[in-house]
């Protein structure tokens, strides 16, 4: 079976002794337009959570900054906001693959602080409710016969993790030709789900927490979830690998914070996402939007995303992505 990433992982914290700094302005920072995964990350655990349990002083400060599939954010949190130790990114297996496949020109995985992850968010294929594909199988079929029938739209950029979930479920269709595929890159699932719910493509890709309110909104149709096993949240939507295409896509949500923060305020971050993720509160809301429990913090986050890293960048190789 091949995983991306583990979709349960559980780390064991090490004591970190509380610090002196404080937050205050805080501010967190979604990569993308309203509306999709890194959004949700800034809005719910990133701000509601934190304030909930008292970790931050007053409202936190969501910002979008969208464009180069978070590669402007990235570029701008390195060379503008470095020492700035109020400020959280959203950060997800969409950044890893970013810098796997080294789009964000200039900059690695080293010019960042890496907080945490707080869940993790399986990947889908959806339709517009209207659509005639009622299975996955309808859809791959489609494709195999015309692939300039359907287009993708998907959040992250050409290359990148949404676009990287469909090709794997081609190749497990036995698609020679991924190339051939249609993807159009947009700022986020939020406005990737605009471009189908328009009628300007014919199929989504992206995450559960990204489909959520359109689905109950009766507007989508999920033809699969990219999980070991169904996600109640979703329904009765079947998985793909119980439709005979084996492939897990679990999308990890977390927090990166800019280079030169002090040691005491990434001390306090790192202890305030762990107890953010540990949370009754949070443990609730992540059911609700069809996040798995996947747990990584601190020191152990930072291994866990320079291995993904080097993970995605041989997968990329393979498919023919990068060189």
Request: with cysteine; charged share 15%; aromatic share 8%.
């Amino acid at each position: 079976m091949r995983r991306l990433i583990p979709w349960l992982l559980t780390v064991a914290l090490l004591p970190v002794a509380l610090a002196q700094f404080q937050p205050s302005n805080v501010e967190c920072i979604a990569p993308a337009n309203p509306g999709g995964g890194w959004d949700f990350t800034c809005r719910i655990p990133g701000s509601q959570v934190l304030q909930d349990l008292g970790l931050v002083p007053g409202a936190v400060k969501v910002t979008n900054m969208p464009g180069g599939g978070g590669g402007v954010a990235f570029a701008n949190v390195v060379t503008q906001r470095q020492g700035d130790n109020d400020l959280l990114v959203a950060a997800s297996t969409a950044t890893a693959t970013r810098l796997a496949q080294n789009v964000y020109a200039g900059f690695t995985e080293e010019n960042v602080r890496w907080i945490g992850a707080v869940g993790a968010d399986f990947g889908v294929i959806a339709v517009g409710s209207d659509s005639p594909f009622q299975s996955l199988n309808d859809l791959l079929e489609a494709i195999t016969e015309d692939p300039n029938s359907v287009v993708f739209a998907g959040g992250s950029a050409v290359g990148g993790w949404d676009h990287l979930k469909v090709l794997l479920v081609a190749q497990a269709a036995g698609i020679d030709d991924l190339r051939s595929i249609r993807y159009v890159a947009f700022d986020g699932g939020g406005t990737a789900l605009i471009e189908l719910l328009g009628g300007r493509a014919q199929a989504f890709t992206g995450d559960v927490s990204e489909v959520l309110s359109q689905l109950e909104a009766g507007n989508i149709r999920v033809l699969a979830v990219l999980a070991p096993e169904r996600v109640a949240a979703l329904g009765d939507a079947p998985t793909a690998q119980e439709q005979g295409f084996d492939v897990i896509g679990a999308n990890w949500r977390g927090f990166y914070a800019p280079p030169g923060i002090s040691d005491e305020a990434y001390d306090y971050w790192v202890n305030a996402i762990s107890t953010l993720g540990q949370s009754d509160e949070w443990a609730e809301l992540r059911v609700q939007n069809g996040l798995a429990p996947f747990f990584s913090i601190g020191a152990e986050f930072e291994s866990f995303v320079k291995e993904q890293i080097t993970s995605i960048r041989e997968i990329s190789k393979d498919l023919g992505l990068i060189q």
